[in-house]
């Protein structure tokens, strides 16, 4: 990061002012690619800027005042980064929704956080609100970037086109006066965390805690304002927000969109010198690549990321790290990091410049880490939200003496790299009274090449189990070798010689573990796990406790 755009960051008020002097500053260089009907379109900065304003004025308008909540229900899409602009320049906060969101899931977090608008891709995310629009007195009015069919008589539907042409002289002119009263502490967001049993809980993000993330994440890129990043995870979720939206607009990249479906052949058309990804992306790419040797397996590293590939990043989940020692053996670094949605999110992350591999590097510059003697790892600084929306109880709970109570346990070393052993509610304890981190063993069965995910299981069960997701091609070319099909029963494969060859496997990688932690027994699921079955969150992290629920009647069988 140059000097000169720290000493504009810092004197940024806000993550309006930081958008409109980088639009200014940048003009019409490319601010964003987006795709439509199979190609590439791009839009300028100061259109970027233009369009926000538009809707700005278009949801004062609509009566939009400060401090008001905008639902946002849409898949990834360049309107999402113009809206939020939109929401936020209008005084008001927005409430990112998960597109996969279930019609009474809508209804919770937009009837919780008071929503007066919701901003919706198209017909199908509009549908879920028409079905629970009559436990929403609060909600006024319903905006789609495409075209809908209303199913309310209650609701006022605009387009996103009528929405930026909506807004007066009038409405215009306050655009400035509202982005003027926002400082540090004014409210940005909503984001309600992916709980696993329960209403999820709103964490509450400040333009403070957004822009001060962004900046000091940003001093540790080591990127050029001339580089684009491939964007594809989900802008609902913390981590695009921060770093593929509010630090790419404080970097001056370009931010390519893409999707989980066109990842890798956008990769190949873009040609982008940053990826922010999660772990489950670079194990599918190392699963087809691990076996080669080593010559073999740096060029097919470099011809699936491309020519001007400089680093890849990591968040949101565990990376086992012998993928990142395979990464940088093939001379193309994946750096891990480590956050929460309630601390916006970055804690730690590694950088080109110093990283250790198992890591998830050092804090962040004027992020503080201790570690309770519970071995509970916490941390202080401006990144820490101000609290949990609508939840006093919660907040005090999690924030004591200002110190954030994250849940997971973790060490430090002596030259300050954090470690991530395990989440603290996530431990369990055998029936023996050993304390088993599953995180650990599913990282050591997931390192195998015929093992795709896993989910241990065994509280106060006499051993530890597991669940399996296996590769199923490598099963299936394994079956041929055996000659045998996979058989299956409801969801789990039971061909006897595949049951067999997969228990010396699961033994055979135990042996790097004690006793009472090896999984003595396990379940083969014959498909992998789904976003759609609440299974996985939006990020591809395994949800352990809610499979653990669902297939707890199977797993209980295996200790009869």
């Not at 008020?13 to 009907?37: K, P, T, V, W």
């Not at 789609?144 to 930026?164: D, G, H, I, Q, Y």
């Not at 580089?227 to 939206?245: G, N």
């Not at 968040?315 to 020692?325: H, R, S, T, V």
């Amino acid at each position: 990061m140059t000097q000169e755009s720290l000493a504009a960051a810092r004197n940024w008020n806000s993550l309006c002012a930081m958008h409109r002097d980088q639009a200014e500053r940048f003009g019409s260089r490319i601010a964003l690619r987006y795709q439509q009907d199979g190609l590439f379109h791009d839009l300028a900065w100061d259109d970027y800027r233009s369009q926000a304003d538009g809707a700005a004025a278009g949801l004062i308008e609509l009566g939009v005042e400060p401090g008001d909540r905008i639902a946002i229900l849409s898949e990834n899409r360049y309107e999402w980064f113009i809206v939020d602009h939109a929401i936020l320049s209008a005084g008001a906060a927005d409430v990112p929704l998960h597109a996969p969101l279930a019609p009474r899931q809508v209804e919770y977090q937009v009837g919780h956080s008071e929503a007066k608008g919701i901003v919706v891709s198209g017909q199908a995310q509009a549908d879920k609100v028409f079905e629970v629009q009559g436990q929403l007195p609060e909600l006024q009015f319903l905006i789609s970037f495409e075209p809908v069919e209303t199913r309310s008589e209650n609701l006022r539907c605009l387009t996103w086109n009528a929405l930026k042409h909506l807004g007066s002289e009038a409405s215009r002119s306050q655009i400035s006066s509202r982005e003027a009263a926002l400082n540090g502490e004014s409210l940005a967001t909503i984001i309600y965390t992916s709980g696993t049993t329960g209403n999820p809980k709103g964490v509450m993000l400040t333009h403070g805690n957004l822009l001060s993330n962004a900046e000091t994440t940003w001093e540790i890129a080591f990127m050029g304002s001339e580089e684009t990043l491939l964007s594809w995870l989900p802008y609902s979720h913390i981590y695009a927000r921060t770093v593929d939206h509010y630090l790419t607009t404080m970097g001056g990249l370009t931010v390519a969109m893409s999707t989980v479906d066109t990842l890798m052949d956008d990769l190949k058309r873009i040609k982008p010198g940053w990826l922010t990804s999660v772990p489950r992306v670079y194990e599918k790419v190392w699963n087809s690549i691990g076996t080669l040797d080593e010559a073999t397996r740096k060029g097919a590293i470099r011809s699936i990321f491309g020519p001007n590939m400089k680093q890849l990043t990591s968040g949101g989940a565990p990376l086992p790290k012998y993928i990142a020692e395979g990464f940088l053996e093939a001379d193309l670094p994946l750096l891990e990091g480590y956050g929460l949605t309630e601390t916006s999110p970055v804690i730690a992350f590694n950088s080109i410049q110093s990283f250790r591999m198992g890591s998830v590097g050092k804090p962040l510059r004027d992020v503080e880490v201790r570690i309770a003697d519970d071995g509970e790892i916490l941390t202080k600084g401006p990144h820490v939200m101000p609290g949990y929306w609508r939840n006093p109880d919660a907040t005090e709970a999690a924030i004591v003496d200002g110190w954030f109570h994250t849940g997971d346990v973790g060490r430090l070393d002596e030259d300050g790299y954090l470690y991530i052993t395990d989440r603290k509610k996530d431990l369990f304890v055998t029936s023996a009274g050993k304390n088993i981190a599953p995180a650990e063993l599913e990282r050591i069965l997931g390192r195998d090449e015929f093992i795709e995910q896993a989910v241990v299981y065994g509280d106060g069960r006499q051993f530890v189990s597991a669940l399996i997701v296996p590769i199923l091609d490598s099963l299936q070319a394994k079956a041929e070798e055996l000659g045998c099909e996979i058989e299956t029963d409801g969801e789990f494969i039971t061909t006897p010689q595949l049951l067999d060859f997969l228990a010396e496997r699961v033994a055979t990688v135990m042996e790097q573990v004690s006793q009472p932690e090896r999984v003595k027994r396990f379940l083969i699921l014959s498909r992998p796990f789904q976003v759609d079955d609440d299974e996985l969150t939006a990020t591809l992290k395994v949800r352990r406790r809610f499979i653990i629920s669902k297939y707890e009647e199977h797993l209980a069988k295996l200790y009869e």
